[in-house]
């Protein structure tokens, strides 16, 4: 546990509200993987603010742990990382290509972050994802199989095969949609391991670049065991676990700072004008 001791690990847990056990099993796995995901918001507001977020792991404890803040894919994920491994599963770092709003997997670059977990005892590998930020977005990991489909939480994924040209099999995560029940691709990947330098340079572009659109304006996602909350600039929509949305234009500055604060309970960084 070089990154992650034993006080890192039960601040970690006690900040998501795990109780439950502690073995490396898929018990664990699927109960703190839901625990993130309904406790830590999704979040850009460092790179609205013109950088982008430190993944040193201090750092992101600091800042997601004991401060009031969330993060984007690579700070959610390099947390979940360094938990799991502290518990004693075997992870690997994954990257992928968002689909969701694309015209072809190749109309994107390969800049979400995404975990490949080792169960000890159990013969296949699963899909971890805390970062995806998104209303259909994984709340509990999936097999890594093709031609199965997973329920959890109330949501359903699946993984296909998608034609390709390279030498590794490229996979989507399919969720199928509660209104439309149509399977709707969110991201396509390989297994291709990523280390940590790599996801230094996408972090480094997503939170920087004018053309990222991370650093255009606040995203903001939280989802909760009745609802999922989104705030896109100055558009806050919330969907129900019944299919209920409902959508609203915030009205100036301090509603906005309000919403962030008391809806999404993140911490307004410093200086930060979120409506520009």
């Excluded at 558009?235 to 609203?248: A, F, H, K, N």
Aim: glycine letters at 10%.
């Amino acid at each position: 546990m070089s990154d992650f001791d034993q006080h890192d690990l039960d601040a970690y847990l006690d900040r998501i509200g795990w109780k439950g056990g502690r073995r490396a099993d898929l018990e664990t796995l699927r109960g703190v993987h839901l625990a993130h995901a309904l406790s830590l918001p999704f979040e850009n507001l460092d790179a609205v603010s013109g950088r982008a977020p430190s993944l040193a792991p201090a750092e992101v404890m600091a800042k997601m742990v004991h401060g009031r803040r969330g993060g984007y894919c690579y700070e959610h994920n390099t947390l979940l990382r360094l938990a799991l491994q502290a518990l004693g599963f075997g992870v690997t770092p994954l990257a992928g290509r968002v689909v969701l709003g694309a015209e072809t997997p190749e109309s994107r670059p390969r800049t979400h972050a995404m975990l490949r977990v080792a169960v000890p005892g159990e013969p296949r590998s699963y899909l971890a994802d805390v970062g995806f930020g998104a209303e259909g977005a994984l709340l509990v990991p999936v097999p890594l199989v093709t031609g199965e489909e997973s329920e959890g939480a109330g949501r359903r994924h699946r993984l296909v095969r998608l034609p390709h040209q390279g030498p590794l099999e490229l996979l989507e995560l399919q969720v199928r949609d509660r209104r439309t029940r149509a399977w709707v691709g969110q991201y396509a990947f390989t297994l291709e391991p990523f280390a940590a330098p790599d996801f230094e340079v996408f972090n480094w572009y997503v939170g920087t670049s004018p053309r990222s659109p991370f650093t255009r304006r606040p995203y903001l996602q939280r989802t909760t065991a009745e609802r999922h909350l989104a705030l896109d600039g100055d558009r806050l929509t919330e969907t129900r676990t019944d299919g209920t949305v409902t959508e609203r234009r915030l009205a100036d500055e301090a509603e906005a700072r309000r919403v962030v604060e008391e809806e999404f309970g993140i911490a307004v960084p410093e200086g930060l004008t979120l409506l520009g």
